[in-house]
DNA sequence: AATATCCGCAACCGCCGGAGG
DNA sequence: GCCTCCGGCGGTTGCGGATAT
C-alpha cells in the first residue's frame, strides 16, 4: 500500500478490493478509529467515508436490495410523525435498515406523494391517466405517539464481535427487540405496542353527482366488503367520510413480510402492502382525498 | 427501437456536538 | 475558554436501471 500520498482521497464507487481491507480492519479493530485506516496508509479514503460505507453496505444483517415491507413502511411513518427526520433513530426500530435507507424510503415516499397531490388537485386529474401514480402510498396524519425501544443505538459493539467471521455473520443487531407474539410468533417491533388506529387519508362525502370511473365505483363498494376492510384493518366508523380510522395492526403485521426479505413475485402476490394496496387505486380515487397538511403544520 | 422520465440507491457534503489537549 | 480532531447525522446529489411514451 505504499506510494498513498496522504492528500489524495479516493471519491466514489467502492471496489472489492477496499471493502476487503476495510472489513478486514473491523474484525481486528472493531468498527471504530475510521481516520486510522487513512493514517495507517490502508485506504485512500477519509474516515468518514469508511465509517459509511462499514453501517450502509458492510455490517452485518443488513437488508440489501429488499423493499420495505408494509410493517417496515408503517414504522416509518409512524417514527416520523413522532421523531420528525430523525432517519438513524428510526432505524433502530428496523432491523437490518440504517439511517440512509429509512432516508431513502421516506423521500422516495415524499416524492410520490407530492406527485400525487399534484396531479389529484388539477382539474383535469379525473381524466388523466394513472402513469406512475399507481404506486403512490397514503400519508397517514395523527398518528399515536410511540414508545422508544429499550436499546443502545449505538452501532459500536464490542469488538469481540469481530474475533472470527462466524461471529461477525450471527452478530446480533442492536436494534433486534424479539417479543413473543400471542400467536407463537415473534415481532422484532416488540416496543412497538398495540399500533392502535391510525387515521386514514380523509375522503370527503361523496357527492351524488361526482361522476367515479367504474374501477372506483367498484373499489368503493368493496369498503363495504369485510374481507377487503381486513387487509386495510377495521374501520371503526362506519362511514368513511370524516376521521374514518384503519386499525393498522395485527391483520397487516405478517410475519413474513416484517421478518424478512420479500422479494419473489410469489411472495409478495399473497402480500398486500401499502404500495399493491394502492395499486388497485384508479387515479381518479385521488381526487377525493384532500390534499395534506405540511409537515410543519404536525 | 429510441428517447424521456422516474426511481432507488450509494456516496458526498456540511453542520454539529463531544472529547482531548 | 479555545482550538482541533473525530464521529454521527441529515440533506443533497449523481448515477444507473426500470419504466413509460
Known amino acids: ?37 487513512r493514517s495507517k496508509g490502508l485506504l485512500q479514503r477519509t474516515g468518514k467515508s469508511c465509517r459509511l460505507r462499514w453501517v450502509n453496505k458492510l455490517r452485518p444483517n443488513l437488508k440489501h436490495g429488499c423493499k420495505f415491507s408494509a410493517e417496515e413502511e408503517r414504522v416509518v411513518i409512524d417514527l416520523q410523525a413522532e421523531f420528525g427526520n430523525k432517519w438513524a433513530r428510526i432505524a433502530t426500530y428496523l432491523p437490518g435498515r440504517t439511517d440512509n435507507d429509512v432516508k431513502n424510503f421516506w423521500s422516495s415516499r415524499q416524492k410520490r406523494l407530492a406527485r400525487i397531490l399534484q396531479t389529484s388537485g388539477t382539474p383535469s386529474s379525473s381524466n388523466s ?12 396524519q395523527d398518528v399515536p405517539t410511540l414508545e422508544a425501544p429499550v436499546f443502545s443505538s449505538s452501532m459500536e459493539e464490542e469488538s469481540s464481535y469481530f474475533d472470527n467471521p462466524e461471529q461477525i455473520r450471527m452478530m446480533p443487531l442492536p436494534s433486534l427487540v424479539k417479543t413473543e407474539l400471542p400467536d407463537g410468533g415473534y415481532a422484532n417491533l416488540s416496543q412497538y405496542e398495540p399500533l392502535s388506529t391510525i387515521p386514514f387519508p ?10 367515479l370511473s367504474p374501477e372506483s365505483q367498484e373499489l368503493l363498494a368493496r369498503l363495504d366488503d369485510p374481507y377487503f376492510l381486513s ?24 410475519p413474513v413480510l416484517s421478518s424478512g426479505c420479500v422479494n419473489s413475485a410469489a411472495d409478495v402476490a399473497n402480500h398486500v402492502t401499502p404500495d399493491t394496496l394502492f395499486d388497485e387505486f384508479p387515479s381518479d380515487m385521488f381526487d377525493l382525498i384532500e390534499p395534506l397538511p405540511s409537515p410543519s403544520d404536525w
Open 1 to 37: 500500500m505504499e506510494g498513498f500520498k496522504k492528500e489524495e482521497i479516493r471519491k466514489g464507487p467502492w471496489k472489492a478490493e477496499e471493502d476487503e481491507v476495510l472489513i478486514k480492519h473491523v474484525k481486528k479493530y472493531g468498527p471504530r478509529d475510521w481516520s486510522s485506516i
Open 129 to 140: 391517466k394513472p402513469e406512475k401514480n399507481k404506486n403512490e402510498v397514503p400519508v397517514f
Open 202 to 211: 380523509q375522503i370527503p362525502q361523496l357527492q351524488p353527482d361526482l361522476l
Open 231 to 254: 387487509v386495510l384493518g377495521t374501520a371503526d366508523t362506519p362511514e368513511l367520510g370524516g376521521a374514518a380510522q384503519f386499525s393498522l395492526g395485527p391483520p397487516l403485521f405478517d
